[in-house]
């Protein structure tokens, strides 16, 4: 199996890179106290291989292949942001078209391992620290809008902007209690999330949320027609789709 990163072009674009997340067996979700019941309870997961985005995608991306720039705060580099759930998979259809590959969203459970830093995770609260200030924008920092993207540290698998900047969105569908679904069968092998809801998960906090919302473990969900200048989303290839 390839343990390189990748850099893959996009016609008339800037290139993508992805980081190798190798898989492996984590507690994704959290018992605190200060955790929301959606948080809860802590389960286990076991996860195949994946490349994720280095950081999310930005808008000179977005208009590389979509030709339009919906975000609110317009630069190349910052994310693309006011881009709902289905705006975001008819953009995938485009990119694969183009790109010859097979990008889609993250799962939940993939999102949290890639935050927490795989296999080198050091238990942060945050995507690589427990100072949000280090890795992340939020409401003390944000400046009340979103910030160029790999301005901060990243976290132990090199990847940036995953507490704070933007929420991001991730494939599954949304379910309150689909954690103690789980927390029931042990080890859960490469969740996909509930079948059906209403609702798609949101990951990461943005640049006017608290601390708390920032974290790692951190949910929050939307219609996945909904768009918002604090949302955006980054890309996931799984392993065995890379050709070598």
Request: aromatic share 12%.
């Amino acid at each position: 199996m390839p343990k390189e990163n990748l850099i893959i072009q996009i016609p008339a674009g800037p290139p993508i890179e992805l980081v190798y997340v190798q898989g492996g067996i984590f507690m994704m979700g959290s018992d605190d106290p200060e955790s929301s019941d959606w948080e809860k309870p802590a389960h286990q997961v076991k996860l195949s291989d994946f490349y994720i985005g280095r950081y999310p995608v930005t808008q000179e991306q977005w208009q590389a292949v979509t030709g339009k720039n919906p975000s609110r705060f317009q630069s190349k580099k910052r994310p693309a942001e006011q881009v709902s759930w289905n705006d975001v998979h008819k953009f995938l259809v485009r990119l694969n078209q183009e790109a010859g590959k097979n990008f889609r969203l993250p799962t939940e459970a993939e999102w949290e391992f890639a935050a927490r830093g795989g296999i080198y995770s050091q238990g942060y609260t945050y995507a690589g620290s427990d100072r949000l200030k280090q890795v992340g924008w939020y409401d003390e920092n944000g400046d009340d809008q979103t910030h160029e993207v790999s301005q901060l540290l990243a976290n132990e698998l090199g990847l940036h902007d995953m507490s704070g900047n933007v929420y991001e969105w991730c494939q599954d569908w949304f379910g309150s209690g689909y954690y103690e679904e789980c927390q029931k069968h042990g080890v859960v092998e490469n969740p996909q999330g509930p079948d059906r809801g209403t609702r798609r998960v949101l990951r990461g906090g943005s640049w006017f949320r608290h601390p708390v919302r920032c974290r790692s473990v951190g949910r929050l969900h939307g219609a996945p027609g909904i768009r918002y200048d604090g949302i955006g989303f980054r890309l996931v290839i799984p392993c065995q789709q890379v050709v070598k």
